[in-house]
Each structure stands twice: as C-alpha cells, then as structure tokens.
C-alpha cells in the first residue's frame, strides 16, 4: 500500500510538471525603449510573429498540457485585428533603415536565446552577450525570442517534460517565423546569427527544413487534426531565398541539437563564403544525455558528442573549413553566462573567426573566411 502510495504522489508529480511550463511571453510595450541599435522580434508556438506592439494584456498560462499558444487567435478573440504581413515589413523596413544609418561598414547580428527561458532571462541574455561584443554603433542587433516554455514556480526542478514540445517549437520558430523574416530583406545582405543552446534548432531551421517523426504540413494550427496520426502540426512556410545573402555566419554556442537538424543541408542553402563556429563541450550535462543511447530525452549530441560532431565534419569540411569549432573545458554546465565569462577567450575566439571582433584572441586556433 505504501509503495502504491508513493508511486501515486510520484506520478501525480511527473503528470503536474509535465503541463507546467510557463509561456514566454512578452509584455505589451516590449518594443518601447529598446537601443537606437536594436530591434525585437517575438515568434509564438507556432512561428507567428507578434505584432510590434500587442496593445492587450496577455494572460499568462501556468498550467495546460504545453498547448502551443497561437497570438493571431488570440487577438482575434480580443477583436484586435492582426496583420502578419504588414509586422515582417515594418520590420524588415526597420532593420534596413537602421543598417543604413549605421553606415556601410555596418553589421547585422541576429540574437537567439536557448531553452527554458523567460522573456526577462532571455533578455538578460543578449545584453550579458552584447557586453562581449562590446557596444558598438556599427553592430545592428535582431533579439529573437521564441515561447519554448520556461520553468514556473511549480515546475519540477528538471524541465524536461515540456523539453519535447519545446524542440517542435524552436523548429517551428526558425522554419516559419525567422525565414520569412530573412526572406524580408535585401538582396546581398550579410547574416551573422549567435545562439545558445535550443536557440540552435531556431536558427538551423531558418535555412535547412528539420526532421519531424511525424508532422502534417500545411495544417491550420487553429484548428484540430489527427494527433493519433501525426504528432506535429506544421503550419506553410516558405522555401530558403538563397539569393537574400551575401554571407551567413552561424555561431552556436553549445547547440542542442542533433540528428534532426540537416547540417549538409545548411551548407548547401547557405552562401558559398559562409561559415558556421560552434561551441562544443563534452562536459555540458544538458548536452550529454544523448549518450544514455536514447531518443527518448530527444538528440542534442552535436554540441557535445565528438565522434558524431566528427562525422559531420567529415562531411561538410571536404574542401574548406566551412565548419569550425572551440572546445571548451572545465566548464560542466549549460547557464550561457559561463560561456561568456568563466571562457570569455574561448567565446571571443568564435566571434573573432566570424568577423564580430577585431582583435584575435590568444591560443584561438580558428581561422577567418574573408572579411
């Protein structure tokens, strides 16, 4: 009786924080008093942009078997019209104007916070990033934020049961929202793009269409399908607009993702002089359990699994260094601060090799792809 017990209270546990995710969502006014030099962006669970400004107070849901919020149906409840089409031109309007302004020795630097993050700790985040590449008024800044779900007051400790909602929506957030958004810009328009952690799944989905166990394409997400035959609902996306970039610069600092995400793929639909610079650690606890020999925690081992980053590599270094990598060590956690500060000349090293700093780092053995 008392082992049934305990197993109740314990499955009640795993049940609770299962749906117990906090939906990152962002304040009405977040686009007021942002820098001269910084433009937000904010992808709901399905990779619907939100409007600039929301003009409502969204509730915030605590509780709800981690449903994939959706900001258009919501407006539309409100009686607040909602206009997609008409946010991506405001702001790749605005992303233009201000690259222009900034002058032509300008650059553009995308920013995508990781897993479990609130609007306020991702926020925190690109500033403590901003600080490394020093304030500059040649660097326009793009903060993409996306609802992952974050951990609440009565979330289990460990947040890994919204963990397999929140990869489909990273997905969702790079292969329908941030796409559309580079589609926006100009012809020729050079991309550099820092992420941490899951933010890696929404940038490598903007340019290389991710792996699904089961998805419906082209499905209305306000309307119910078949979850008995699909898993994921896909909402229409458009296809990669190649000709949009001069170059990509891609870092990812400890990505958390794996076989789901097509790095050959990524190559191919990137620029010829692109690059990608990735934070490996083999000593990141949130990484490493891909090596329980499972796919049930979900595949996170190219940040930190040498044999399979080796086996990508092989595939896509065939000829240049297209793919690069600092290794770091001592450091076993995942909190991107330690990445930034405890190895600051290792993080520096990734955003000297693609061209965000000037001066090169000491022992920083990467090399420049052009200027």
Request: hydrophobic share 35%; with cysteine; glycine share 6%.
């Amino acid at each position: 009786m008392k082992n049934l017990f305990l197993f109740n209270i314990v499955s009640v546990v795993f049940f609770v924080s299962g749906c117990s995710g906090l939906h990152s969502i962002p304040p009405a006014s977040y686009d007021e008093n942002t820098p001269k030099n910084t433009i937000k962006v904010f992808f709901d669970q399905w990779g619907q942009v939100y409007p600039k400004r929301i003009d409502t107070n969204i509730d915030k849901v605590s509780f709800g078997f981690n449903y994939g919020f959706n900001i258009k149906m919501y407006m539309e409840q409100k009686g607040i019209s909602y206009n997609a089409e008409k946010t991506y031109t405001e702001l790749a309007t605005e992303i233009k104007k201000k690259l222009k302004e900034s002058g032509e020795n300008s650059k553009l630097v995308f920013l995508i916070h990781g897993y479990n993050n609130s609007y306020k700790k991702a926020s925190d985040s690109f500033a403590e990033l901003k600080k490394i590449l020093k304030p500059s008024k040649d660097i326009i800044y793009v903060e993409v934020f996306w609802d992952g779900l974050y951990k609440g007051k009565y979330t289990f400790p460990y947040p890994l049961f919204y963990w397999f909602d929140s990869m489909t929506y990273s997905n969702l957030a790079g292969q329908v929202g941030l796409r559309k958004l580079l589609n926006e810009l100009d012809d020729g328009a050079d991309i550099n793009i820092i992420t941490h952690s899951r933010g890696a799944g929404v940038a490598v989905s903007a340019f290389s269409d991710p792996k699904y166990d089961s998805a419906k394409y082209n499905c209305d997400p306000a309307k119910p399908f078949d979850k008995q035959k699909y898993q994921v609902c896909v909402p229409p996306f458009e296809s990669v607009d190649k000709k949009q970039f001069a170059r990509v610069n891609l870092i990812m600092i400890a990505p958390a993702i794996g076989r789901g995400h097509q790095i050959k793929q990524l190559k191919k639909n990137m620029p010829e002089n692109s690059g990608v610079y990735i934070g490996f650690n083999d000593n990141d606890p949130a990484l490493l359990k891909s090596m329980l020999k499972s796919n049930q925690f979900g595949d996170t081992s190219f940040g930190a699994v040498n044999d399979y980053y080796h086996s990508i590599s092989n595939e896509v270094n065939i000829d240049k260094q297209w793919m690069q990598r600092v290794r770091y060590l001592g450091y076993h956690k995942h909190a991107l601060n330690g990445y930034l500060n405890s190895t600051n000349d290792d993080t520096s090293c990734l955003f000297w090799a693609a061209n965000l700093l000037d001066m090169k780092p000491r022992d920083c053995g990467l090399s420049r792809r052009g200027n």
